[in-house]
């Protein structure tokens, strides 16, 4: 089969979640064995050391290696990694396992790790392969990994995710539509473990069935701590639910969780209200996407939505606001929103997410936008990225063929740096 080159097609950001017929592509391809050029893709990575002890090596000099609190928890160093999907869940039953377990422990020397997107119910799931926390299989595949970044010394928080119209009736219950807050479909195509299919156009949530959803993401918040998670963060950004109901290029809706702002934040006020009632404020944060626009995303005014979300959400005092800020390295980044005005109107610790390298990060803490930052993409080939940038030392390369799916190849594998005095 001759090879094919997706470069244009497909490109790997910062943040976990990209738009599905992206994430769709990578993993097909690479179930398939598919052959990609990546010719015209380069990426420089970092890799984490699991000598955690070295990594706690604070000095004075590096603002990156203070210690910062979060919640109820005191972090060791301000390296967040952030969520990454990987598409690498057990099956049948969208299990976390060993497998995953080897993955997470090498990277436990981030201050904080914020797991993969884990769909809260079959009903909110929108990839194959990958896991989900309402079963008692996948609840004790969980306990497996919280377990190991645990005795490596680190903590960990589970991302709750309904992906609302980012599906396919091929992987939702009973072959339904999706759901989302309006019958507005998205483009692009769905990644099913058939392979891709187009997206379709989701139905209208009723109201009555709102409630339901909000015991979803309640039920999936106790499940959480049952596996043995530090905390939880609740998945509000990159075109996923509760984001379609945020923004309104995505919710037309005309009854109370419809029209003006107040009413499009309803639904994510009230999640987080019942996640908080689950496992406490201080084991909660949320992220947000104001400027993505992946998964057909748009909003009228998003400096003015967010400020106001933003100054919503302290009536929670929530551990932390997780926030992805662009889909590009800082640079070349030409959104005109102010995220500096953004983290103002926010009371509590700020996570910066988007672009990102050890110096930029270490110059935004410096500068007090932000509080700590989490990284994705450095993140896959460097499980010891603590570990680097305390020594300045270099970075691992990637294998982009193995981002999405397959086994411990481009996974597990990547070199740690070898011991230094």
Request: proline residues 6%.
């Amino acid at each position: 089969m001759p090879s094919m080159c997706i470069c244009k097609v497909l490109s790997f950001y910062e943040n976990n979640i990209m738009s599905g017929t992206i994430i769709a592509v990578a993993i097909l391809f690479a179930k398939l064995n598919f052959p990609i050029q990546w010719d015209h893709w380069s990426v420089d990575f970092t890799r984490n050391s699991r000598n955690t002890s070295r990594a706690e090596k604070m000095t004075s000099e590096d603002i990156l290696f203070t210690p910062v609190k979060i919640g109820r928890y005191t972090l060791r160093n301000r390296i967040i990694m952030a969520p990454l999907t990987r598409s690498r869940a057990q099956q049948p039953g969208d299990i976390p396992w060993q497998l995953n377990a080897d993955y997470y422990r090498q990277r436990a020397g981030a201050g904080l790790i914020i797991s993969e997107a884990t769909h809260i119910s079959p009903q909110g799931k929108g990839y194959a392969f990958t896991p989900g926390i309402y079963s008692p299989a996948q609840i004790d595949g969980w306990r497996k990994i919280t377990d190991a970044v645990h005795d490596e010394g680190g903590l960990i928080f589970l991302q709750l995710w309904h992906v609302g119209r980012v599906s396919h009736p091929d992987l939702q219950p009973g072959h339904a539509l999706p759901v989302a807050p309006s019958a507005i479909g998205i483009e692009g195509m769905a990644f099913t473990e058939t392979g891709l299919k187009p997206f379709v156009t989701p139905r209208a949530l009723e109201l009555s069935e709102i409630p339901g959803i909000i015991d979803q993401y309640r039920i999936a918040a106790e499940n959480a701590l049952i596996a043995g998670f530090d905390g939880v963060e609740i998945h509000a950004a990159n075109g996923y639910l509760l984001d379609q109901f945020l923004r309104d290029g995505s919710n037309h809706r005309t009854d109370a969780y419809g029209g003006n702002i107040d009413n499009r934040m309803r639904l994510l006020l009230e999640v987080t209200a019942v996640v908080i009632d689950a496992v406490g404020a201080d084991r909660t944060g949320l992220r947000l996407s104001p400027t993505n626009a992946f998964n057909s995303m748009s909003d009228s005014d998003p400096q003015k939505h967010f400020n106001y979300a933003a100054e919503q959400l302290n009536r929670f005092d929530l551990a932390y606001l997780h926030i992805v800020e662009r889909m590009v390295p800082i640079e070349e980044d030409t959104t005109e929103f102010d995220f500096a005005a953004l983290r103002q109107h926010f009371n509590g610790p700020y996570i910066a997410n988007g672009g990102y390298d050890a110096e930029s990060s270490r110059n935004s803490i410096a500068r007090n936008l932000c509080d700590t930052v989490a990284f994705g993409k450095l993140y896959i080939a460097n499980p010891d990225l603590t570990e680097r940038f305390r020594l300045n030392a270099p970075l691992n390369t990637p294998d982009p063929d193995t981002f999405y799916g397959g086994d411990g190849k481009g996974y597990t594998d990547y070199p740690a740096l070898a011991s230094v005095d």
